[in-house]
Structures are given as structure tokens and as C-alpha cells.
């Protein structure tokens, strides 16, 4: 059926006539008006914004796949809900707390708060159009139907009551509003539905709020490749829920709440249960926003506003579904080409050999360092294999590893317990405040204690976002450490889906560095002087703005690439202003937030801002200097290049230079140089698809319009691939 659905479905007698499709246009926030320095910087939440636009535009590409462009539209909703989580609710604590200090662009936090939702309701409006009048008609041609209530045949409809009956009304639980039963708390991002029904007999109306459970589907495959929305159904359904009333009105309504934790952290004796306390204070945090329908009536949203003491710009309007990460669950769909091209992750090949010859990973390192670029080489092959062997050997003496991230089921964990079990030293460093991991991390720290393993918390004020594992092993002659440094969390699920890099190394100095920033993360003592790392907070401003200034001494022969998710840190964007000034070149590969200007006369003529969005989510950093290694004309002794490449877990981000531990590894094997120097190659090409930030502060596409390839990341793996030969090891 190649038609819209004919959701959301009629709630009362008022036109639902469709809104006309609504252009995709590459949309920005309007940039305020600002004077003087205000306009050296951009805005970080409406850089933010415009980065989720950009994502938005992957749901209209016409070169991808249309179930990889459905996701699309899943992460872009689940992106915003986010940003309202944490930054909405922010701004928000900001002002009630009556904190106007602006940013470095020159907006309050009730400033940004107006251009916010100034901005959301075209952004809605743009997702809209290009899920329910692009997407849904090209994937019903294709052969997957969305479907309204209406839409279903009697033969459908006698399935769907039999299986409400059975699955769906048992779970059910209507909450009436009445003076026995005040409003019911709703929580966050429940979506539900919001009824009006009145008694034909006394004429007396009453709300009642009805929460769509999570048990069930939210897209309910009625026949081979046709879908229903379950709330469609469960509408359908109300009279039997509501005996004897008149259901007047219903619309479907999903609320935001601010998701931040405020734990006092030098107050709290025992941070565990302080964190644990606060995540069930959590629910009842505010709510920031709320959605409904585009067509609800104006009795229904005044109620909600009213009661989760919003305001009508906190209201967001929706003509398809609300909440579309249900998207996600159409990838279930045995459909290979409504997809992506599978690219299966390779072995890297010195570890391939290892494999062959029944050598273990150990060994490898000892004769050289490992560069590993995920999830073009695999996750589970290196990482968690090192972490195995580690857990298993006996000549392992103690295993300590940061965790910031693990996500649910991890092999990771089961070695690291497996080894306490066996009598190994292990120590893991939980970051408890990992924002929406908070519960799982908690739950992890408990479950690695019992097992025996020391586990800590991290410094009191400071997140500890680093990504270092350190392995004592005794291997006859000596101790020696083994290390990992990466640029992503130790999380088996995000690593098959972010890029990121890391390196295996037994180098002494690194291992050195690595053991006195545990000793610190764990024990009491001062931060030291770390010869071959560079650690914040202590020393990694000061050092790479250091690089810069170095690398603008060489004027217009300089030139700085740094690859990041995010720049918004005003002192390292006015370090690369100073040395654009001076004709130093600057590439910046940023996905996601960037407040630095670009290409703008007598700022930053010589700053190119590029963003790369794909399949993968651009994860790593890697930051080069061209001319780091060369000191009054001639090359530092050691150096194999000219240049500085650094990899690790810091954006340049306040957060990341001055409230976190963060950890960032020099790569110098020319062998994983040419690596790191192909990666930004492949990002920078001329002819690739990406997208790049022009003066006026608009995001424009390049490359080819009609396809999405060539593509970095495309290309990253077909090279990946031909390299993956197992050399001798």
C-alpha cells in the first residue's frame, strides 16, 4: 500500500487534513546579532542543533539504503530528547537559579533557551517531512507498510483483537483524575495517552491518563512487512477500557524530564549509595518538554501543560509518530537490501599471526606496538581477547582498567571477574556520573566486588572519562606492563558502531606513565610529571596549546589537524585563531559541536571545519603537528617524523581540559603514523561526502549529490581490508 498511514488517527470531530510536505532545507539557527568579540564564537547549543540537522539530512540521502535512513531518523530523535535531557534541563536550573552569566557567544541561558525553542518547532516540522511525505511512501513501495488503525483488513482486525485481549488489555492500567486520585506522575519519556471521557448518564467528564507499556512492541507487525503502532490499537480499543463512558478525545503525549545528578560528592560518605539515591530522586526530576499530536485539542494540552508546570513553548507538535527510535526496530526486518552493505570487521593481521602460531597477544606487543582502528578491525579480537589472555594467564599478576562505559552484557567484565577468582590483582577504576549509565555502572561495581576486585570511584569533583588498562605479567626475565590507551569505552555493543582507535603497547615509558596515573586514580599522592602521556587536567591545556603556538611559528609551512566530536573550548578556539592569523593551515574534523568560526576574513581565513557523518559515528581524536617534533629548524632526536600525532579520550571541550581525566598517547612507529595520516586523508579528500562550516556559520554538503560514496569511512575500510595481509611478526 503505497499511501500515509493514517495516523495519528482522528481524536475528535476537527479536521486532520495533512499539512502540506514541508522542504528540507539545510537549517540553522539565525545567528544573533551580536557585536564586537561576541561573534568570534559560535553558540554551543545551537552548534549542537545543527549538527542534529545534519544528521537529519542522512533520513533524505538518496544513497542510503532506506532502513539505514529510518534509523536515521530514530538517532535524530533520540539525539533530541537527549539534548533536552541534559542541556534543556541545564539551562533550565541555570535560570531558576538565577545564574544570567552569558557564554562566550554573548547569550544568557534564557537567551539560549529562546533561540532553542525558537529553532525546534521548524527542526520538528523538517523531521516530519522527511519521515511521514519522503521515507514512509518510498519504504511502502518497497514493501514495508505503516499503517493506520483504518487501514487494517477484517482479517487483520479479528488477529489484533485476539491478541489485545490476550497480550495487550491485561497490562493496561487507566488512571483516572478525580478529587480521590490527583494527577498521576508521569514519568520520562513514557509515551501515553491523554483521554477525555464523559458519562452519558450524569454528564460528568474526566481525564485519564493511560501509559503505553514498555512490554509491549511498539510496532506490531500485523501481516509480513505491515506495521502498526501499538497506541493505534490500544485507541482503538478505550471503550473497553472505559465501560459505558464516551471517550471524547485522545491524543498521544510523551514527556521530557532533566536528567541530571547532582551528587555532592565531598559531602557524600559512601558515593555508591549517594549515586544510587540520586538515581531514584532522578524520576521526579522537572519536566522540560512536552509532545503531543499535531491536531490535540486545546482542552488536553492546557491540562498537561498545567500539570507538569510547563509553558506552551515547551510544547512540541507531531503529525507522525511520537518518539521515532521505534525505527529502530524495523533493522529486525530480514530485508539485506533496504540496508547497508555488511563490512565485516577484520583481525588485525600481526594478531592473525599470533592466532595462527598459538602465540599470545603479549608476545606481539613485546616486539611492537599494536595500532587498532575499530570497528574496521575487530573489537573482539584484540581488546577483549587482550583482556582474556590477560585473565587467564597465569603469569598475569594484576589487571587495572577505567571504565566508563560498558554497556550490558560484557565479556570484558566476566574476564575481569574471572580473574579475581583465580587470584590475580584487579582494580577498576567505575566511573559512577557517566551520563545515562549511571544504573548499569552502579550495578557492575557491585557485581565486581563481590567477585574480589578492588573497585574505586574515581576523584571527587572530576570525571575520569579516560580509557587505560594497565597488565602486570611476569614473563621470566622481568615484569613488564602491557597498556591500552584508546579513544573509546570498553563497551563490546558501541564498538561495533563508533570509530575509534587504539594502541596495544609494552613500552616502558608508557607503562610507567600509566602505573603513576593509577597509582594517583587509586591510592593518595600528588599528580606527577608524566614523560610520554599528557594527562588532564594537570598538563594537557597547557600542552597542546603549547603545539599550536609552536606549530604557528612556522607561520604559513604550519599546519594543525585535530579531529574531535567536539570544539568549544574559548581558549584553544582563540589559540587557533592566533595562529591562523599568522597563515598557519588548520583542518578541523569535527562531528558534532564546533564554536569556532570558519573561513571568515580577519578571523579565520585559514581554518577549513569539516564534519564526516556516516554509518559509523566518528568517535576518535587524533591530533597532528605538522612540525611538534622540530625544535629551531632541526627534527627532535628520536623522532621518526616531523610531526606530533596524539590519540586519546579529550575533546576540546572545557569539560574535558579542566573537569576530567583524560588521557592522550603519542603515536610514533612510522608504520601507525601513515596510519593515523590516511584516516584524516580520507576525511579531508576533495571529493568525498561530508559536510563543511562556511563563514556565514551555515553547514554545507560537498561531494556527489546523487550518491553517498565516495565516503571516508568507505574508503577507510576497503583500505583497512587490503592491509589486513598477516606480515611477519
Known amino acids: 500500500m503505497n499511501q500515509l498511514p493514517s ?58 539504503p532506506l532502513l539505514e535512513r529510518a534509523r536515521f531518523c530514530a538517532i535524530v530523535s533520540t539525539n533530541l530528547d537527549e539534548f533536552f535531557q541534559v542541556r534543556v534541563g541545564a539551562l533550565k536550573d541555570q535560570m531558576a537559579a538565577g545564574f544570567d552569566r552569558p557564554t562566550p557567544d554573548g547569550r544568557t541561558p534564557a537567551q539560549q533557551i529562546d533561540d532553542i525553542m525558537a529553532w525546534v518547532p521548524g527542526f520538528v516540522k523538517r523531521l516530519d517531512a522527511a519521515f511521514a511525505d519522503r ?22 482486525v479479528a488477529a489484533l483483537d485476539q491478541w489485545f485481549e490476550e497480550r495487550v488489555y491485561p497490562v493496561l492500567t487507566p488512571l483516572a483524575v478525580d478529587p480521590g486520585h490527583p494527577f498521576p506522575y508521569i514519568s520520562d519519556l513514557a509515551l501515553s495517552l491523554a483521554i477525555n471521557v464523559a458519562d452519558p448518564d450524569t454528564g460528568d467528564r474526566r481525564f485519564a491518563r493511560l501509559k503505553v507499556p514498555n512490554v ?68 521526579f526530576n522537572k519536566a522540560v518538554r512536552l509532545e503531543v499530536a499535531h491536531d490535540v485539542g486545546p482542552e488536553l494540552r492546557d491540562l498537561l501543560v498545567r500539570e507538569l508546570e510547563l509553558t506552551h513553548d515547551d510544547v512540541t507538535y507531531h503529525r507522525t509518530l511520537i518518539d521515532l527510535s521505534c525505527l529502530l526496530d524495523l533493522m529486525a526486518i530480514d530485508r539485506p537490501d533496504l540496508k547497508d552493505e555488511p563490512w565485516p570487521a577484520v583481525t588485525a593481521g600481526r594478531l592473525v599471526a599470533a592466532e595462527d602460531a598459538d602465540r599470545p597477544i603479549f608476545e606481539v606487543m613485546r616486539h611492537r606496538s599494536i595500532l587498532l582502528h575499530h570497528p574496521y578491525e575487530s573489537f573482539s579480537t584484540s581488546i577483549e581477547e587482550f583482556i582474556a589472555q590477560a585473565a587467564n594467564d597465569s603469569k598475569v599478576k594484576s589487571i587495572k582498567m577505567t571504565m566508563y562505559r560498558a554497556g550490558g552484557d560484557s565479556a570484558i567484565i566476566r574476564s575481569l571477574i574471572r580473574a579475581a577468582e583465580q587470584g590475580k590483582q584487579v582494580a577498576v577504576l567505575v566511573e559512577l556520573k557517566a551520563r545515562f549509565d549511571e544504573a548499569t555502572n552502579v550495578q557492575w561495581a557491585k557485581q565486581l566486588e563481590r567477585a ?18 594497565l597488565v602486570v605479567r611476569d614473563d621470566g626475565d622481568k615484569l613488564r606492563r602491557y597498556c591500552h590507551i584508546g579513544t573509546g569505552n570498553y563497551n563490546a555493543k558501541t564498538a561495533k558502531n563508533y570509530e575509534d582507535l587504539g594502541l596495544l603497547t609494552c613500552d616502558k615509558a608508557i607503562g610507567d606513565d600509566v602505573t603513576e596515573l593509577f597509582n594517583h586514580l587509586t591510592g593518595y599522592s600528588r599528580a606527577v610529571d608524566y614523560t610520554t602521556l599528557s594527562v588532564a587536567p594537570r598538563d594537557l591545556r597547557a600542552q597542546l596549546l603549547d603545539l599550536i603556538e609552536h606549530e604557528a611559528s612556522f607561520g604559513a ?167 589486513q595481509t598477516p606480515p611477519s611478526t
Open 7 to 64: 495516523w495519528p488517527a482522528p481524536r475528535d470531530s476537527r479536521s486532520t487534513d495533512t499539512p502540506p510536505p514541508i522542504a528540507l532545507p539545510l537549517a540553522r539557527p539565525d545567528r544573533a546579532q551580536r557585536s564586537g568579540a561576541d561573534q568570534r564564537f559560535l553558540n554551543r547549543e545551537l552548534s549542537w542543533l545543527s549538527f542534529n540537522d545534519r544528521v537529519l539530512e542522512l533520513a533524505s540521502e538518496p544513497g542510503i
Open 135 to 156: 521515507l514512509v511512501p518510498a519504504l511502502a513501495e518497497a514493501g514495508v507498510v505503516l499503517i493506520g488503525y483504518s487501514d487494517l483488513d477484517e482479517e487483520e
Open 216 to 283: 509491549l512492541p511498539r510496532l506490531v507487525e500485523v501481516a509480513v512487512g505491515r506495521f502498526l503502532p501499538v497506541e493505534e490499537l490500544i485507541a482503538a480499543k478505550l471503550d473497553t477500557l472505559f465501560v459505558g463512558m464516551i471517550v471524547e478525545e485522545w491524543t498521544p503525549f510523551r514527556v521530557s524530564r532533566n536528567a541530571d545528578i547532582n551528587v555532592e560528592e565531598d559531602e557524600a560518605d559512601d558515593l555508591l549509595e549517594a549515586v544510587e539515591t540520586e538515581l531514584r530522586r532522578q524520576r
Open 452 to 469: 574480589g576486585v578492588h573497585v574505586v570511584y574515581g576523584m571527587v569533583g572530576l570525571k575520569t572519562h579516560s580509557k587505560v588498562v
Open 557 to 723: 609551512e604550519g599546519h594543525i589537524t585535530l579531529k574531535c566530536n567536539s570544539i568549544a573550548d574559548q581558549g584553544m578556539v582563540e589559540a587557533l585563531y592566533a595562529a591562523s592569523a599568522v597563515g598557519t593551515r588548520i583542518d578541523l574534523v569535527v562531528r558534532g559541536i564546533c564554536c569556532a568560526r570558519a573561513g571568515v576574513p580577519g578571523l579565520s581565513e585559514n581554518i577549513r571545519v569539516r564534519s564526516v557523518l556516516g554509518r559509523y559515528l566518528e568517535h576518535s581524536r587524533i591530533y597532528r603537528f605538522a612540525h611538534g617534533n622540530v625544535m629551531e629548524g632541526e627534527r627532535v632526536p628520536g623522532a621518526e617524523s616531523d610531526a606530533v600525532h596524539l590519540i586519546g579520550s579529550a575533546d576540546l571541550m572545557p569539560r574535558n581540559l579542566d573537569r576530567r581525566v583524560e588521557v592522550m598517547v603519542p603515536i610514533e612507529h612510522s608504520r601507525h603514523v601513515d596510519w593515523l595520516d590516511q584516516a584524516l586523508d580520507f576525511a579531508l579528500a576533495d571529493d568525498v561526502v561530508a559536510w563543511e562550516l562556511q563563514p556565514d556559520d551555515s553547514w554545507t554538503r560537498i561531494g556527489p549529490t546523487d550518491a553517498f560514496e565516495p565516503h571516508p569511512q568507505e574508503r577507510m575500510y576497503r583500505w583497512t581490508v587490503e592491509r
